[in-house]
């Protein structure tokens, strides 16, 4: 009887995985809705009678309803790079110029350029185990209950084989027409974009949201094709096709020459507004597998690929209103009130008009239809008035002299564009200073976003920085809040006691002092260690270093020595937060940190700068000779004497295969 229920349930999952593929891979239906949902419920009824024959493969787990905790950290076996940018036929002329001169006659596969976010499926013996974010390219997060939920990706292969592939989830522009008619009637804000709209519905942590947000995927990377002996990309795409893979077959193309890549783009902007996805450009891949090989890689890009941008679209719209807002610092910035507008795929509402001169030289008038452009990501902005449009009822622009918030009166330093609310206590000014302290490049506290910040600020519960360590107090009133749940809020606490944790740059960027940057701040992190020793710091020591110019050594002394700062800084410690640089301890590896290196002779898989560049932010010291001193010699093709000297001096010697090695393993 029971061998009987396990052959059934593998004959439902065979038949409804079959049904899947055929229907969302090669878009054909062989079942009706109703046997469809006939065999599905067969199946979930039978795993429910007996999980133990339930199997990760079963077409139920398509359903979604896991909820996870928390997304786990997952390290890519292989860097998940980025693609750079070009923006012109000339571009592409010197990309195929470089690789040319490589040595390398090259054919090359066009793409379309999917909107959406990159993902990685691993398989075991045919069976997805997991599937990650690209995160920052090193390390991703955990989203395989999320990606289970995606009808077109298989949960289990045509081949029981180790495998892992990668390409875009997107979402469908209708399937985002839609969610926003609904977000609309319920009055909840409306999703910007595409992109922003699956990667929404992929980070969370209940997968019955995404399962009911109908995305979808285009498969177009292959990590490790040698292990499947794959000569050309070409031949990739189709071994993942035939595994079950939904592949882009109908826009993917094999071409040789600029002629070919030019013909493409133009008819890829051609069918791109009929599409059912959005595309932002094409990408150009080198076919040779081997080629791409040779052509190697920066640390952040591959040499043998590029992503054509679209040029940026211009939309018309009316300008409503111009509304002036409060930065941390006081500066006011006036922003255009739009008449809501579709423009690359996002809805824009405002733009910033940066300050009066620049609304000044563009001669705006309230009721002027305008146009606005937008290149890819960059943020909106409007290039012009139709002033030929005009009816004599638009109001001109008046930069106004009092703060919108607190009322005090506006000042501009001489010779400066800006005018700035000097009033410390103005309440924008705080609010925009709380956002700063919790942004991503400071303290870096997810769930403490703009209008949440507000709300808190307008609520009593956030005032000032060391309230944002007593929020836990207030727990129970925060639970009470409309759109937040225990979890939310326990979610919340734990990124605020988290970010205790964080090294000093993210502290020192997030207190806001005027000038220092995130870059700035991590200098000094570095340099000084810890906020003792900057608070004892001398303006001349400031002064004297590298990159800090006259005006930031000032500030830097003035902050360090105002009284209410210093009391901050004490509140802070005593609330537990880190107050030392832990840059070395964020980047170590056994093999590098701490250890003197030479490199000599020719890298194939990567140029020597990008390599030292590795070794010092693993906190490890290159030099360009060999001495005593140095640990490790790296050597390429054709070294010089620096091998020689190492050999006699009996330093350890690295070849080429071990360096690339540590390097795919920490990168
Ligand atoms: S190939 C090493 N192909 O664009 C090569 N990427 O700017 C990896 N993308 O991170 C990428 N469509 O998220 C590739 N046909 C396509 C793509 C594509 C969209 C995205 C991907 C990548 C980004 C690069």
Same mark, same amino acid.
């Given at each position: 009887m029971e061998n009987n229920v396990k052959q059934r349930m593998e004959e439902l999952i065979e038949i409804l995985n079959r049904a899947n593929y055929e229907y969302y891979?090669?878009?054909?239906?062989?079942?009706?809705d109703q046997e469809f949902d006939k065999y599905l419920r067969e199946l979930e009824n039978l795993e429910k009678e007996y999980p133990e024959f339930a199997r990760k493969d079963s077409p139920t787990q398509h359903v979604g309803g896991e909820v996870i905790d928390k997304f786990k950290k997952v390290r890519h076996s292989i860097p998940m790079l980025s693609l750079p940018d070009v923006f012109s036929i000339e571009e592409i002329e010197e990309f195929n110029s470089r690789i040319v001169k490589e040595g390398v006659t090259p054919t090359y596969v066009c793409e379309e350029k999917i909107d959406g976010l990159s993902v990685s499926l691993h398989y075991e013996q045919g069976v997805l185990v997991y599937a990650a974010t690209r995160g920052d390219g090193i390390v991703g997060e955990d989203i395989t209950h999320n990606v289970k939920t995606i009808k077109s990706i298989p949960l289990k292969l045509f081949e029981p084989i180790d495998i892992e592939v990668r390409g875009e989830i997107y979402m469908p522009k209708k399937v985002l027409e839609e969610l926003n008619k609904k977000r609309a009637l319920n009055n909840q804000p409306l999703l910007q974009n595409v992109r922003n709209a699956a990667a929404g519905s992929i980070r969370q942590l209940d997968s019955k949201i995404a399962a009911e947000r109908k995305l979808n995927t285009w498969i177009y990377h292959l990590p490790n094709p040698e292990d499947y002996g794959i000569k050309t990309h070409e031949e990739a795409l189709k071994f993942m096709q035939k595994l079950g893979f939904r592949t882009n077959n109908s826009a993917n193309r094999v071409v040789t020459g600029i002629k070919e890549i030019e013909k493409y783009i133009e008819e890829a902007s051609e069918r791109r507004s009929s599409l059912p996805y959005e595309i932002d450009g094409i990408v150009i891949k080198v076919n040779s597998l081997e080629s791409q090989k040779k052509l190697g890689m920066t640390s952040k890009y591959p040499k043998w690929a590029v992503a054509y941008k679209f040029p940026a679209q211009e939309v018309l719209t009316k300008l409503n209103d111009i509304v002036f807002t409060v930065g941390r610092t006081g500066r006011i910035t006036p922003n255009a009130v739009l008449d809501p507008v579709l423009l690359m795929g996002s809805t824009v509402k405002r733009a910033t008009l940066h300050n009066e001169d620049y609304v000044v030289m563009k001669d705006l008038k309230i009721g002027d239809v305008v146009s606005l452009r937008k290149a890819g990501d960059v943020i909106p902005e409007v290039v012009e008035a139709k002033k030929e449009r005009r009816n004599g009822t638009e109001i001109p622009f008046k930069m106004i002299?009092?703060?919108?918030?607190?009322?005090s009166v506006l000042e501009k330093k001489k010779d400066q564009v800006d005018h700035y609310c000097m009033n410390v206590h103005c309440s924008a000014r705080k609010v925009e200073s709380l956002i700063h302290f919790c942004s991503r490049k400071a303290m870096n506290i997810d769930g403490l976003g703009d209008e949440i910040m507000e709300d808190f600020y307008n609520l009593g519960f956030v005032k000032v920085i060391p309230d944002i360590y007593h929020l836990s107090e207030h727990k129970k009133d925060l639970i009470e809040l *409309? #759109?937040?749940?225990n979890k939310s809020v326990d979610n919340l606490i734990e990124a605020i006691n988290n970010s205790k944790q964080n090294s000093l740059e993210r502290l020192l960027f997030g207190l #806001?002092? *005027?000038?220092?940057?995130d870059k700035t701040a991590l200098l000094l992190a570095k340099l000084f260690k810890n906020i003792d020793a900057m608070m004892s710091c001398s303006f001349e020591e400031f002064k004297n270093i590298r990159d800090i110019g006259p005006t930031l050594a000032q500030n830097l002394y003035d902050y360090f020595h105002e009284e209410n700062n210093i009391t901050l800084i004490n509140t802070l410690k005593e609330l537990g937060l880190n107050m030392n640089y832990l840059g070395a301890t964020e980047k170590y590896n056994a093999d590098i940190t701490g250890k003197r290196f030479v490199l000599t002779g020719t890298l194939s898989f990567m140029d020597r700068d990008t390599l030292s560049g590795i070794i010092e932010s693993f906190g490890g010291k290159t030099s360009s000779s060999v001495s005593k001193n140095t640990d490790v010699v790296i050597v390429g093709d054709k070294p010089g004497s620096k091998y020689d000297k190492a050999q006699e001096l009996g330093i350890e010697i690295w070849d080429e295969d071990k360096i690339k090695n540590i390097v795919s393993q920490i990168l």
């Open positions: 891979v090669l878009a054909k239906t062989t079942l009706t002299s009092n703060c919108p918030i607190c009322g *409309e #759109g937040y749940g #806001g002092i *005027e000038g220092i940057g």
